[in-house]
Nanobody, 127 residues
Framework: QLQLVESGGGLVQPGGSLRLSCEAS????????IGWFRQAPGKEREGVAC????????KYADSVKGRFTVSRYNDKNALYLQMNSLKPEDTAVYHC????????????????????WGQGTQVTVSS
């Protein structure tokens, strides 16, 4: 059974860094595009970053470009989101997601394009 489990969230001061992890099990990660999404209270789920299954394509939301980096280690069945220079507006529950329908270079920042989701990890940026 496909399962995604996020970790690494927490409370951090503005300007700080966090590294989110998503451990995948029950499937072969290398066959899936991955995405990171976030949802703040009262807001819609927002695509933050995505990475194609061959690693050749990355996409980032304008709000995080230059600060966040998505990566994957297929042999470890793990994906990561490195977040630097965090801002209070980055506060949200962060979710990883995967889907197998994309071609080798495909990924998307649209939540509806992903069938499988983790439960999320809370990130709070506050002084």
């Amino acid at each position: 059974q496909l399962q995604l489990v996020e970790s690494g969230g927490g409370l951090v001061q503005p300007g700080g860094s966090l590294r989110l992890s998503c451990e995948a099990s029950g499937f072969t990660l290398g066959r899936y595009a991955i995405g990171w999404f976030r949802q703040a209270p009262g807001k819609e789920r927002e695509g933050v970053a995505c990475l194609s299954r061959n690693g050749g394509t990355t996409k980032y939301a304008d709000s995080v470009k230059g600060r966040f980096t998505v990566s994957r280690y297929n042999d470890k069945n793990a994906l990561y989101l490195q977040m630097n220079s965090l801002k209070p507006e980055d506060t949200a529950v962060y979710h990883c997601a995967v889907d197998s329908k994309f071609g080798p270079y495909g990924c998307s920042l649209v939540a509806a394009d992903y069938a499988s989701w983790g439960q999320g990890t809370q990130v709070t940026v506050s002084s």
